[in-house]
Each structure stands twice: as C-alpha cells, then as structure tokens.
C-alpha cells in the first residue's frame, strides 16, 4: 500500500511538472518507477499507459481552447507512432543491465537539457513567417517518439522545445498540438509494449496509482501555470531528474562511492548555479516587462495629451 501511494505522489508530482511546462510528465513518472526498483521497460510501458488518460484530457483541454494546428498534429503524429513502436520493441529485446544503463542516460542527457534550457537560455524566440513543413515534423515526430520510448519520456522535451525554438508556430499552438500528437504516439507506445511484453510483469494497479495522481494534479497544474515561474520550475525539475538518473547511471557504471560523492558535489554545485541564473533572469525579464509597462502607459498619456 505504501508503494503504490509513493507511484501515485510521483504521478501526481509529474503532471504538476508537466501541466505548468508541458512536458516531463514521462520523465519524472518513469525515474520514480525506476527508483522504486521497477525494470525499465515495465517503468516506461507503465508510464505510457497512465500517460494515454491525461494525453487525452490534456489534448482534448487544448482542442477546446482551439490551441491545436490539426496540420501539425497529423504530420507529427504519424512518424511519432512509428517512432514510439520501434523504441518501444527494442527497449524490451535489451538486457535488463543493458536497458537500465540506457534508460538512466537518455533520462540524465533530457533532464540536463530542461535545465540548461530554462536555467540558461530565452525561452522562446518571435513567430517566423514560415510555416513548419513535412521535411521538419516528419523526422521531429521519429526522434521524438523513439525517445519518448526507449527512455520512459522525452516526447515534449524534444517535440515541444525543437517547435518552439523554430519559431514556425505560435507557443500556445506548440505546446497543445504537441500535446494532442502525444496521444497518439502514448497509444502507439502502449500497444507496442503489451504485444511485446504480453503483460509480463506489468502491475496495473501501478498504472492506477500513476493515472489517479495524474488526474488528482491537472487543475492544481492548470493554477500553477499562471502563478509559478516557469524557469524556476524547469530548472529544480530537470535538476531533480538530474541528480536522480545521475545515481542509477553511476551505479550502473559501477563507480566507486568516491567517484559517486565527487561527481554529486559538482552535480549539485551546477543545479545550484543554474538556480541562481533562472532567478537572475527572471528579475531581468521583470525588469524589461516593466519598462515596456512603463512605455506604453506614457506613449497613451502622450497621445491623450494630443
């Protein structure tokens, strides 16, 4: 009893991430599993499974706020699934030593580049005219599916943030028709891994525990988005990731307990420093915004005066 209310304060905890920066949710999901001790391909088919549910609420919430481009949807979705069924097999053909090793990797590299993207970098760059074509979702949707696979998550750290620094699409349609493709490639995967692991170790009262969470967490994350700094919330996450995989990876590595308290100290001193950059940058963009504030309430007081 007391595992399953852990998986469904980790599911709770990763649609709070998610909700308030769309993406992350499979990430944080399928590292709390691992960390519980779970296989690794029975981590990322449990999170898939839970993640058909809130995909599907997410997608549909977007769909209504009319956040979706439908042509970006169908060119994404596609390669997506194909992508996300192909990691899905082969995630499952790997050794257990082989897949655990893997999946830490692909977790730690995600989790390292939320953090730097929001500790470090603009968060977003003005809209282009052009629009996204085939010949850049198409490989998008394959990537980011196959990640999203063999890794338990990464389907919005790679489809959402690539769309949004391509600045083809405004950031509001980004994230809901990432969201609403995400269902699709979410079925996909979940398909894949039952045919594949026939049901072999899955425990879905797991799944329950991740979707109720899940679920329980969509309004609180729909508030916080409006109220939680979204640079400050990437960075503790994609820190907490981090330093999370950081331990399985070194100990699937079979590092020493010097060489793991060496690598944890820098480990620490960057999510620090990256802390204090979210929070130097979000004093700096408060800055900007009121001067802007201030221009244009002199710029009406000026016009009114004429």
Same mark, same amino acid.
């Given at each position: ?5 852990? !998986? ?26 691992? %960390? ?75 989790? !390292?580049? %939320? ?42 750290? !790679? ?21 609403? /493709? ?59 990731? =981090? ?14 307990? %010097?060489?793991?308290?060496? !690598? ?12 204090? /950059?979210?929070? &130097?940058?979000?004093?700096?963009? &408060?800055?900007?915004?009121?001067? =802007? ?10 016009? /009114? &005066?004429?």
């Amino acid at each position: 009893m007391l595992t399953l209310l852990l !998986v469904g304060l980790a599911g709770f905890l990763a649609q709070l991430v998610s909700g308030t920066l769309g993406m992350g949710y499979g990430m944080t999901a399928t590292t709390a599993l691992v %960390v519980f001790g779970t296989a690794p391909a029975i981590a990322s088919a449990s999170a898939h499974f839970a993640q058909v549910g809130t995909s599907l609420a997410s997608g549909v919430s977007h769909w209504r706020f009319r956040n979706v481009d439908w042509r970006a949807v169908g060119i994404l979705a596609g390669p997506g699934s194909v992508g996300a069924v192909i990691g899905a097999v082969l995630l499952v053909s790997f050794s257990a030593d082989f897949a655990t090793g893997w999946m830490s990797v692909i977790l730690f590299a995600l989790g !390292v580049y %939320v953090l730097v993207r929001f500790a470090f970098l603009r968060v977003g760059k003005l809209i282009t005219e052009k629009r996204p074509g085939v010949r850049f979702l198409a490989p998008l949707g394959l990537v980011a599916g196959f990640v999203d696979a063999t890794g338990g998550g990464g389907w919005g750290p !790679v489809a959402t943030t690539t769309l949004l620094s391509s600045g083809r699409l405004e950031p509001r349609k980004v994230v809901g028709s990432v969201q609403m /493709a995400e269902f699709a490639v979410t079925v996909s995967a979940s398909l894949a891994f039952l045919a594949a692991l026939s049901l072999h170790g899955m425990d879905f009262a797991v799944v329950a525990a991740l979707l109720i969470g899940g679920v329980l967490a969509a309004p609180i994350g729909a508030v916080l988005t409006r109220r939680m700094p979204p640079r400050l919330l990437g960075t503790a996450a994609g820190g907490l990731i =981090v330093l999370t995989n950081g331990w399985q990876l070194l100990g699937a590595l079979g590092a020493a307990p %010097v060489v793991i308290a060496l !690598v944890y100290v820098a480990l620490t001193a960057f999510l620090v420093t990256a802390l204090l /950059a979210a929070l &130097r940058s979000m004093r700096e963009e &408060r800055r900007i915004n009121a001067l =802007v504030g201030e221009d244009g309430v002199n710029a009406a007081a000026e016009r /009114a &005066r004429r």
